[in-house]
């Protein structure tokens, strides 16, 4: 395991570049420089991060639900890159905006997913067995992470965000006939379809708007 500081190395780079993204001078050859040099630190570690999961590496993640180590190294991390994408949508490269939303989504996701396996499995997430509760329970989870996308794509008119949807929903459907299909038994089977099918036709009716 590699401790605490790599996600809060990624913290700190990360809220220094999105303070920069707000000074007066922002637009300067320098602070563009550092800005993104401070980025491109904070994404390395981010990945690093995700690399280095808990699922293999057997550190401990914390007892507590949600206020755990996965807090800091995925959903801290996925929210200020967010909010770096958001605030840099003027002044910065488009794929940079892009590298950044996806960034964030891909952290975000491996957050709800490794925070469904603490909920079953406790402080050790490279322990046990997976039972047909929680593999529902991830195919559920990753709906509903789909679902927040979707509406916060609508909401600030995120191209980014409703195909970070869109995909989601897409790993859930191939979940579902891949994983589901063979593993889950009776009414945890029903349960995935139904979960899945209304989800995927509004995906359907929304994900064409502008």
Known sequence: SYGIGTPMHAIGWLAMAIGLLQAVDRGAALVRGVRRLLFALAALASMTTLVDSPVWSSYDTGA????NFLLLSYLAPAALMLAFARAARPIEPRGLVFAAAGLALILGFAWVTLET???FRG????AGTMSDAESYAYSAVWLVYAGLLLA?????KSQALR????VVVMEAVLK???VDMDDLQG???VASFLGLGPHAHLQR???LRP
């Open 123 to 126: 402080s050790n997430l490279s």
């Open 152 to 156: 916060g794509g609508l909401w600030q």
């Open 163 to 166: 195909i970070g949807s869109l």
């Open 205 to 207: 009716r929304l994900r």
């Open 187 to 189: 009414l945890w089977r």
């Open 117 to 119: 396996r603490h909920a």
């Open 64 to 67: 507590w639900p949600v206020v």
């Open 176 to 178: 579902v006939f891949l």
